[in-house]
Each structure stands twice: as structure tokens, then as C-alpha cells.
């Protein structure tokens, strides 16, 4: 199992630009699909950012297209997600993740980590405010 650790949330302006990171304990070939995904207060969870590791394909929710941008450090065995333009509806937990056999359609659209080839990092909170 591969051991996730989010850092980089705190609280921002807005139309701050922080950046997170999920610094994985291992990044094998095998790890197919990453992702950060965002919860908001009394909303679900859901997928804002997916990267493929085998060719660096990445894909956006429409909430962040444009402002935010998805990367893969593999010699420091690290994921980004570097956020620009932060606005109040960004505030909420930001959690990577990340699947082994998850296809790749399906990574760059909707997924989730399965229990058994994927898991979650612990998450880190992001609050918008003035």
C-alpha cells in the first residue's frame, strides 16, 4: 500500500496561488492514475485534477479548468497541484489519491481510489476568505 501526506493548505486570499503537495512513499510505474480531489463543507467529495503517470495526460473539473495545474515530481516521489486565482468556493479539504488499475478513460473522467489497488492521502484544508 502506498502511503500518501498532503501539505501546502492553510488559509489564503482571494486570488491566492499556494500550491499543495502529496509526497507518496513510493511512485512505481504501477501507480497509474493520481488525482486531488476536494471536499466542501457539507458537499461530497469530488475530482477537481487527474494526471496519467505513464504519459502525463491530465484532466480538470470545470470548477478549477484553467486555474489550476496538475504535476508530477517522480524523483522526489511527489504530486502538485498548484492553485492560482483561489476564490471562496475553493475552500474546503484537499485530498490526493491515487488507483493502479483504474482505466485511463476513467481516470481522466470520473474515478475513485478502489480499497484494494488505490488509497487517500489524509488531506489538507484550504480556506478562502478576506
Known amino acids: 500500500q502506498v502511503h500518501l501526506m498532503e501539505s501546502g493548505g492553510g488559509s489564503v486570499q482571494p486570488g491566492g496561488s499556494p500550491r499543495l503537495s502529496c509526497a507518496a512513499s513510493?511512485?512505481?510505474?504501477?501507480?497509474?492514475?493520481m488525482g486531488w480531489f476536494r471536499q466542501a463543507p457539507g458537499k461530497e467529495r469530488e475530482g477537481i485534477a487527474s494526471?496519467?503517470?505513464?504519459?502525463?495526460?491530465?484532466s480538470y473539473a470545470d470548477s478549477v479548468k484553467g486555474r489550476f495545474t496538475i504535476s508530477k515530481d517522480a524523483a522526489n516521489n511527489t504530486l502538485y497541484l498548484q492553485m492560482n486565482n483561489l476564490k471562496p468556493e475553493d475552500t474546503g479539504m484537499y485530498y490526493c489519491?491515487?488507483?493502479?488499475?483504474?482505466?485511463?478513460?476513467?481516470?481522466?473522467?470520473?474515478?475513485?481510489?478502489?480499497?484494494?489497488?488505490?488509497?487517500w492521502g489524509e488531506g489538507t484544508q484550504v480556506s478562502v476568505s478576506s
Open positions: 489519491a491515487y488507483d493502479k488499475l483504474v482505466p485511463a478513460s476513467q481516470c481522466l473522467s470520473t474515478w475513485a481510489p478502489s480499497p484494494v489497488f488505490g488509497g
Open positions: 494526471l496519467l503517470t505513464t504519459d502525463g495526460t491530465t
Open positions: 513510493e511512485f512505481t510505474p504501477s501507480i497509474y492514475c
